[in-house]
């Protein structure tokens, strides 16, 4: 996919001159660059899921996400959306969107000299109304967020990843046409925690992760961090597992971090949490036990967390790993936690 765009005051009309100049010593001469935009990725998302979820019971679980999260688990984008912005106060200048086609697209802009900031948005699926992002206004304002209310108690996962590429470019007249690279990272993440029931008759309820990012500023790379803020977790079932998944965006990068940014919740007595879920499981004769799991482990931008719990006949989860630690709520009742919907 090429499309060329002329920005930069009257430039779109003086593209159709020779020059495209209006001072005699060309001074103001334009430059086209052609932006190469490419999704990147440390890992695909899918390389983890298959290589976590690898014994025969969990492979069948795995089939079933693999279709459930298929926005989220895509390496190719379906739509690209570009902004310039200059000045002090970091204006839109003007920017292109258009639709994908695998990994790669381009923009061929007609840049009149001067300083600019660049900012790109590539997400997965076209269709998916999960997240909110704009690149209107100025270069402060342009970020994303969980769509839907503003900053609400408890939303639902995102449905698709989402990359954002962000630049400064540095316009000369008199220069040949240019080439510039823009990579695309992914900056949300998804987590999956997998039940085995084992031979409890126990059921998963519901599931909920907290300690997550909020929103995302694209002009400096940075999230934002407010609670309360919780995001529901979706439910598949096969082979006796059931997973429960959600995409989100990051945790901080540290137990450390996460105090300072007050997004922890658990004890004193476990200082290396990051972020936690919540797993509510019913038990045969119909009470709900609520398991809190501690995770030490950060949920990165572009990376995804996979959890593994064993439940007994109280509904209590076992953590396989070490780096989660679990509290347990036996005969939990809903009222005085966040929307928990079971």
Same mark, same amino acid.
């Given at each position: ?269 476990? #200082? ?61 009742? #809903? ?8």
């Amino acid at each position: 996919m090429k499309k060329t765009i002329y920005i930069g005051g009257l430039a779109a009309l003086l593209a159709l001159a020779p020059t495209g100049c209006i001072n005699e010593d060309l001074s103001d001469c334009g430059v086209d660059y052609t932006m190469l935009y490419r999704v990147s990725f440390d890992e695909p998302l899918l390389s983890t899921l298959r290589a976590e979820l690898a014994t025969p019971a969990e492979t069948q679980l795995r089939v079933r996400l693999e279709q459930e999260l298929d926005g989220v688990l895509a390496t190719d984008g379906e739509h690209l959306s570009a902004a310039f912005y200059q000045g002090a106060e970091g204006s839109l200048t003007d920017g292109a969107e258009a639709d994908m086609t695998g990994r790669d697209a381009s923009f061929t802009f007609y840049l009149r000299p001067g300083d600019y900031a660049h900012l790109a948005v590539a997400f997965t699926d076209a269709a998916d109304r999960s997240m909110a992002y704009t690149l209107d206004g100025t270069l402060a304002e342009a970020r994303m967020a969980h769509a839907g209310e503003s900053e609400p108690d408890t939303v639902d996962g995102h449905r698709a990843a989402y990359f954002v590429g962000n630049e400064r470019l540095h316009v000369e007249s008199m220069t040949p046409a240019q080439t510039f690279f823009v990579p695309l990272y992914m900056q949300n993440a998804a987590t999956v925690l997998v039940a085995d029931p084992a031979q409890s008759g126990c059921t998963v309820a519901a599931a909920y992760v907290r300690g997550v990012a909020t929103s995302f500023a694209l002009a400096d790379s940075t999230y934002a961090y407010h609670a309360p803020h919780v995001v529901r977790a979706d439910l598949s079932t096969a082979a006796g597992l059931t997973a429960c998944h959600a995409a989100c965006f990051p945790s901080a990068a540290t137990a450390v971090e996460a105090a300072a940014l007050r997004t922890r919740a658990c004890s004193e007595d476990d #200082p290396a949490c990051i972020w936690e879920m919540d797993l509510y499981v019913r038990q045969p004769d119909g009470e709900l036990t609520r398991n809190t799991l501690h995770v030490a482990r950060p949920l990165l931008a572009g990376h995804m967390v996979v959890l593994k719990v064993v439940l007994d006949d109280q509904g209590q989860a076992t953590a396989v790993s070490s780096e989660v630690g679990v509290s347990v709520t036996l005969d939990w009742k #809903p009222g005085g936690d966040h929307d928990v919907e079971i």
